[in-house]
């Protein structure tokens, strides 16, 4: 089974940093682009950045760019992402999903709380 | 960026009604178009890509539809599993957007 797991979600400050990190397993990590996409509560769907298969190629969203770093480790089969300088705004369930003709499957996603 | 406007914001319907949800992108995406199903408290879960190919394991009743800027996701008879919010997505450029979604009850 094709299965995506994040974790590293947790509540921090204004000003701090997070690192979440995916877990791939069920498929060649190593052969796909991935992303990360979030929600804020109550809210839609955020595209946040994406990475290509050696992860040479990164993009983020104007929301995020200059604060976070997208990252994979093929031999781990980990996709990361670090959260600097993290902002109120930032709360939100993240999710790390696979780029194929759009994104499947889905991670059940990590929830970051960024509150004082 | 390419915007994405999903219509209607919500929808209520009976069960074995024909629904149909629109998203119409604010340039053209070619086939870089796909559906999402999310369940309260649940992931996303795709249901269609390149705009009319149907997911694996997803139900006949969901089909998509358009070309150019407008799109349509359809369910042909309803069912009280599919109380749902909706969402579309383009991944023609980036920043890659979603429509804000349509959110399905059953009367």
């Known amino acids: ?91 939100a369930v993240y999710y790390c999903t696979r780029g194929t003709m759009g994104f499947d499957p889905w991670g059940q996603g990590t929830l970051v709380t960024v509150s004082s | 960026d390419i915007q994405m406007t999903q219509s209607p914001s919500s929808l209520s319907a009976s069960v074995g009604d024909r629904v149909t949800i629109t998203c119409r992108a604010s340039q053209g995406v070619t086939n870089d178009l796909s559906w999402y199903q999310q369940k309260p408290g649940r992931a996303p879960k795709r249901l269609i890509y390149a705009i009319s190919s149907l997911q694996s394991g997803v139900p006949s009743r969901f089909s998509g539809s358009g070309s150019g800027t407008e799109f349509t996701l359809t369910i042909t008879s309803l069912q009280r599993e599919d109380i749902a919010t909706y969402y579309c997505l383009q991944h023609h450029n980036y920043p890659l957007t979603f429509g804000q979604g349509t959110r399905l009850e059953i009367k």
């Open chain 1, 1 to 91: 089974e094709e299965q995506l797991v994040e974790s590293g979600g947790g509540l921090v400050q204004p000003g701090g940093s997070l690192r979440l990190s995916c877990a791939a397993s069920g498929f060649t990590f190593a052969k796909f682009w991935m992303y990360w996409v979030r929600q804020g509560p109550g809210k839609g769907l955020e595209w946040i950045s994406q990475i290509n298969i050696d992860g040479s190629d990164t993009t983020y969203a104007e929301s995020v760019k200059g604060r976070f770093t997208i990252s994979r480790d093929n031999a781990e089969n980990t996709l990361y992402l670090q959260m600097n300088s993290l902002r109120v705004e930032d709360t």
